[in-house]
């Protein structure tokens, strides 16, 4: 698994996919949390709240993780190198959570210089240090478990083609409709909207990004991260 991690870790770096994700994510960001005048915008509150990023990343997201994740399989089945990485001493599971590993790294170094956000909210806040840093920090780890979800996600649909762009549109839309899809049915329906609208990620992440560590939301996540890595080693046995 050492082998495969390092190996997709680097293989990232080597190319513009990790600089993009990175730099894009950070730029959109820091343009709408401090720039833009809009609703998102920190300096517009009124209060030391970076609230408005955790609203956002979620749908920056959607777009970057399927981009990290569209080549680590449909490239290895467009070049036939699956064939090869298969005669290795590697299980199909230490294949996949390698690669699910090294696209978590590389999200986890997006996020880490957000921490800017914080350090900025806390030295504008009136008294200095106004920020609830309990909240803020069960929403990181809210962030995280969207992250790796959304990333098993991304991992299977990358298993489906050989073509990457395709892959990424598939990744997109999946994670579009588990994300938002489930609101839009309860919409629908009068009873038992909740019920439905608890189905998707978009509940569970508002619920943890509140800083509510709530353990019926960790096993979501988990869950659902869990099966797509499952469904994505079936369909590598299957190849």
Request: proline share 3%.
């Amino acid at each position: 698994m050492k082998t495969i991690l390092k190996k997709e870790f680097n293989s990232f770096f080597a190319s513009p996919i990790a600089y993009l994700v990175i730099g894009v994510f950070l730029l959109i960001n820091g343009l709408f949390l401090f720039i833009f005048n809009d609703d998102f915008n920190i300096l517009n509150a009124g209060f030391a709240d970076v609230t408005p990023f955790f609203y956002l990343a979620p749908w920056l997201f959607l777009f970057l993780i399927p981009a990290i994740t569209m080549k680590s399989f449909a490239d290895e089945f467009n070049t036939g190198t699956i064939e090869l990485l298969k005669t290795k001493p590697l299980s199909n599971w230490q294949i996949v959570l390698g690669k699910f590993t090294a696209s978590m790294l590389l999200l986890v170094i997006a996020v880490i210089p957000t921490f800017i956000y914080i350090y900025s909210v806390y030295k504008l806040g009136n008294p200095i240090g106004n920020i609830d840093f309990g909240s803020t920090i069960g929403a990181y780890i809210g962030l995280l478990f969207l992250a790796s979800t959304y990333t098993a996600i991304g991992l299977f649909t990358s298993t489906l083609s050989k073509n990457q762009i395709v892959a990424f549109i598939l990744g997109v839309f999946i994670t579009f409709f588990l994300f938002n899809g489930f609101d839009a049915v309860a919409d629908s329906f009068e009873n038992n909207s909740l019920t439905i609208q608890k189905l998707g990620i978009k509940e569970h992440y508002k619920s943890i990004s509140r800083g509510v560590i709530d353990t019926r939301d960790i096993l979501y996540f988990v869950s659902v991260t869990l099966f797509f890595l499952f469904i994505t080693k079936t369909k590598l046995d299957d190849e």
